[in-house]
């Protein structure tokens, strides 16, 4: 792609032509559109933010995928790897003044640094939606709602993917009754993330790890067997008795059936194994993917009710989701459910002659003030040469200008997909219009 | 805005809170509708670049202002300063292959890092408007008044702005005929940049300055009296006999006529102190300023026809140009022509009670499938917290769900802005919609 004189693109990064924008473009207006459906209003901040705003919350592993470097002011700075820090910095400078719940979302581009592999970027455009101020399960299922509807207007039906739901504090419960003392927790978070990927021996060993879960063998193999036959009903019958994990169990189901009667009943299932890297989620997590399995998970999200006060706002309970266009992109074509892409324009008018140049400038001058895109050529060509460029724009519609014809005050309209051709009255297409009428033209011509 | 406990946001970066978004939305939706109506396709490149794209072409004044460092990967990177090299860049590995003229835009957010000045930002949003492959003059025409259409469809008027168009090839040739020698333009250049600014006898002392433009004070006086009436008839009365000033003359006449019959001739003025700060102009240069001279330009741009060739691509001429968000937001502002944000929801449904939560969310459904945006209570609340909550929410009609009405199968819906109350049946409102027919409720409930 690069010759010795060009200067390439960097690894990771990608351009976007007219063509790729077609399914980006896709994606940002269902995005918007279903938040907006929601009430939810669109903010964005700087691509840029201080290195600090990533090191404060302490999400080890994103911290070392950063895109930091000092800039020539000696600040330490990263090119932002996700919204939510973002988001509890802008509130937390205004959120107390604010009506709750607080419904917000944006759609910026994401950045990382990590070893290059193959196909892997380093950008990515995610949608972020975050409901803040309400700390009940109707929220959290009415975000996840909010994730599911969008795929859904892209054209992913329950049948294409499904919604893996946990809870932490379920999770936290149930490994605390099996004898994972709290300060092991977040080591077993990590095991449990793994289950799906890994061999029973190797969960064994790293359960049984005195540097990781610290386990006796005895109480390993109970973790393990929990994640048999994970279901709310098989964990009420062993746990249900433990106050922590019943009142959970409450909140899911109740989760569930809310999100039932917001018609995703079927998109959703309850997995233990769900926990998400991030070390901020307190509550609710859940992660999407394809049915099938083929690729990485296509959103994420969860509850993180104390992230707002660890970057010096108000507590503010809190619950969110991330959904990236590159998993989804790769979903959506192979599914064939991406955009065709096409060119398109209004009007194209070809000018027999030189002459008839300035004609078509003031058409086009008109026509465009009535809210029609229109092309021109812009210098003296052949009939032929306009035609062709006129197919190349995709005109809809080719006005030619003859000198005959225009001595008579008309022109030719010609309509390319049906080839029909009429005369139209110079008179109606230079009709500029008034402020409140802007279809002058017949309606012939209206597309 | 910091407190010890708080991480700030970056010196020079904004945040946009909904509010703030009004305004982006406004110009961003203008860029894009005018740059469609013009035939323009739109594109994107990544933010981050290799610092080689910028050096390359030097551009020297932006080079020192890059926002440039060193990646983890030891690549000498900068976020982008400007789009043209990413423009060229991406054309470069495609245009041979691709129908001329091109038209493509790009709305990039743009950086730079320069000492830290009073309300002066190290980013901003540039509507991008570029045509390629187009050598003659009428295409230098179709890209300004791109930009002038872009600036009516937000509301300003030519009393509001105009352009001040020249041509670096016509001002070339008169500074040679008045002995500037050819290595010394670029030095003459800056010194007429600055005629508007500076006293006349400092620009005499420029002119004459051995390490400037090193002219005799005889040619320094002719210059500076070239710029006294620079009118393009008092510049052919002096110098049409060289050929090629009548030429330029010529070309920009045509320009001028050309613009008239798009239906700018009253924004545009031929203005010989234009020069355009990048070194990689080379012919038609133009900017465009609030008529009271309030505000730094607006937009600025013009013909580039070897910059595509310098960074590795064929042989392409163009023009263009870029017009940021902050100052023509700050125009705006002072002229009162900013949108009114208002916040807006289709509905908002009120439930007097808890138990008609469930039927809430299913009629939310309903209507979020039929378009509209609903928001209902995510937790029992008083009726006059909720009505407030709709308030806020700025619904347009508010559905309340009380026991007795839902018993006889009905719900009032209340029309916010008049107050009147009318009964729906609540069938009515769980119609789901067939695929074709998206419109299930009663007339009275569209909006």
């Not at 919604?163 to 003392?181: E, F, H, I, K, T």
């Not at 989760?255 to 926990?275: K, N, P, Q």
């Amino acid at each position: 792609m690069s010759t010795p004189n060009n200067v390439a693109r960097l690894p990771g990064f990608r351009d976007f032509v007219p063509e790729d924008l077609a399914l980006r473009d896709r994606l940002f207006d269902a995005w918007r559109r279903i938040s907006r459906r929601y009430g939810f209003l669109e903010y964005d901040g700087p691509p840029l933010e201080p290195l600090d705003l990533y090191t404060r919350k302490s999400g080890e592993e994103i911290v070392g995928q950063l895109y930091s470097f000092t800039d020539k002011g000696d600040r330490e700075v990263a090119l932002r790897p996700e919204m939510t820090p973002s988001l509890a910095r802008i509130l937390g400078e205004r959120s107390r003044s604010m009506p709750k719940p607080i419904r917000w979302f944006s759609v910026p581009q994401l950045f990382r640094y990590e070893r290059q592999q193959r196909g892997r970027l380093r950008e990515h455009f995610q949608w972020n939606v975050d409901l803040l101020g309400e700390a009940g399960v109707a929220a959290d299922a009415e975000v996840l709602a909010v994730a599911l509807d969008g795929l859904r207007e892209v054209g992913l039906r329950s049948e294409d993917v499904r919604a893996r739901v946990s809870d932490r504090r379920l999770l936290a419960a149930l490994l605390r009754s099996l004898g994972v003392p709290e300060e092991r927790l977040e080591a077993a978070y990590g095991v449990v993330d793994k289950m799906e990927r890994e061999p029973a021996d190797r969960i064994l060993e790293s359960l049984t790890d005195p540097e990781g879960v610290g386990l006796d063998r005895g109480a390993a193999r109970r973790v393990v067997e929990l994640f048999e036959v994970p279901t709310l009903d098989g964990i009420e019958a062993s746990f249900g008795e433990r106050e922590e994990v019943a009142r959970s169990l409450e909140e899911i189901r109740t989760f569930m059936s809310i999100l039932a009667e917001l018609g995703f009943g079927d998109f959703v299932e309850f997995d233990l194994t769900i926990v998400r890297g991030l070390a901020y989620y307190t509550g609710i997590v859940f992660e999407v993917f394809d049915r099938r399995g083929e690729f990485r998970a296509i959103c994420g999200g969860g509850r993180y009710d104390d992230l707002l006060e660890r970057v010096g706002g108000e507590p503010l309970s809190a619950v969110g989701f991330g959904m990236g266009d590159v998993v989804l992109g790769e979903l959506l074509k192979e599914r064939e459910l991406t955009p065709e892409y096409r060119r398109e324009v209004d009007f194209f008018i070809v000018s027999i002659g030189e002459q008839q140049l300035p004609l078509a400038r003031r058409i086009a001058r008109v026509q465009r003030e009535n809210g029609r895109s229109v092309v021109y050529p812009l210098r003296k060509q052949s009939v032929r040469k306009q035609f062709s460029a006129a197919a190349a724009e995709g005109a809809r519609e080719v006005l030619v200008l003859g000198p005959e014809e225009v001595g008579e005050g008309i022109a030719v309209l010609r309509d390319m997909r049906s080839g029909d051709e009429r005369k139209v009255e110079l008179e109606h297409l230079l009709e500029v219009p008034e402020p409140e009428a802007k279809d002058a033209l017949p309606e012939r011509m209206r597309s």
